[in-house]
């Protein structure tokens, strides 16, 4: 049995639905204890409900399951975020210290937080940007996974706290929906191919950023918490790189598979966000210090998205 109790913010999230999975699967059922605000349907496991801004809610979660890692998932997205900036900036930021300030009380042995490509800005170079790029990001959640990110290195060097951390790219999965992202476009469009509907996206036709599929995200975060402490260098957060591409090229991918697929193109302010953004990204500190190799290229993301997402809508064809 394992020793690991681990608890995960933002469980019933795009990615936390999927990751929360992956960890009962490798720590076992009764090592992983799955929070969010609201209740998550069908959850086969331990399940509490917590508002990660109520320190003392996650306290006493800490104490009553003896939690020896957490992975604080449970954020407002970039897109979403601008609608209330400094309700994103006090939400984002507020969960992060109370985990921070938590896992120094209770000697948590690991802490996991997600950054993202947002942390970047128009300073920076688009292609294949560079860990120590500048960081001047234009949305308030990347403002504040910027900030998160030097709060998680601050605790490691003040209090020693074992925290790690992954600049996420737009995530791709067959699993869950994103919500309020700018790259959920990539996830939706997909959805909408299989049900053979049309697709109007909300980026230009040419808006390349770094996109990674979900399987390839999952292992990354797992590979970058069973690293040996030694040998991570970066404690604010990892650039990770998956593949990068434009809505074009996923419609080109797309149209192998459905050739009438139709998409137009009306651009709103995401198209903004997106075009702060990076649009590819250099990863060599986490290939060379734990390893990090992505596996799925845009075809192979393409050809499974399509085939799970057929399962889903009972789309399969004897
Ligand atoms: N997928 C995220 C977003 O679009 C980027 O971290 O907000």
């Known amino acids: 049995m394992s020793k690991e109790k681990i608890l995960i913010t933002g469980s019933g999230g795009q990615l936390g639905s999927v990751l929360t999975e992956a960890l009962k699967d490798k720590f076992g059922k009764n090592a992983v204890i799955a929070t969010d605000l609201r209740q998550m349907e069908n959850y086969e496991g331990i ?37 209330n900036p400094l309700q994103t900036w006090d939400i984002n930021l507020k969960t992060l210290f109370n985990v921070l300030e938590a896992s120094v009380k209770y000697k948590i042995d690991k802490v996991f937080f997600p950054s993202s490509i947002a942390v970047y800005g128009d300073m920076a170079t688009k292609s294949n940007t560079a860990q120590d790029e500048f960081l001047n990001p234009s949305t308030v959640y990347g403002i504040s996974k910027a900030a998160g990110e030097n709060w998680c290195q601050y605790y490691f060097l003040k209090y020693g706290l074992d925290v790690r951390s ?26 909408n191919a299989v049900k053979e509907e049309a697709f109007e996206c909300y980026l230009k036709a040419d808006a390349m950023l770094p996109m990674i599929f979900m399987d390839d995200t999952i292992r990354a975060t797992i590979e970058l918490m069973e690293a040996p402490k030694e040998s ?42 997106a075009e702060g953004w990076p ?11 734990w390893n990090w190799q992505p596996k799925y290229d845009l075809d192979a993301i393409t050809a499974e998205m399509i085939t799970q997402l057929k399962k889903k809508y009972n789309l399969i064809t004897q």
Request: aromatic share 12%; net charge negative.
């Open 47 to 83: 399940f509490e409900l917590l508002d990660a801004t109520d320190a003392v809610a996650l306290e006493a979660l800490i104490e009553k399951y003896k939690i020896t890692q957490i992975y604080h998932l449970a954020a407002i997205l970039s897109a979403k975020g601008e609608q």
């Open 166 to 191: 992954l600049r996420y790219p737009g995530v791709i999965g067959y699993q869950s929906l994103p919500g309020g992202g700018t790259t959920d476009y990539a996830v939706e469009i997909y959805h």
């Open 232 to 273: 991570i260098t970066i404690r604010t957060s990892y650039n990770l790189a998956g593949v990068s591409f434009t809505p074009e090229e996923v419609v080109t991918s797309i149209k192998e598979h459905y050739p009438n697929f139709e998409v137009t193109y009306k651009p709103d302010f995401r198209q903004g966000i």
């Open 279 to 289: 649009s590819s990204i250099d990863d060599s500190f986490a290939r060379n210090d």
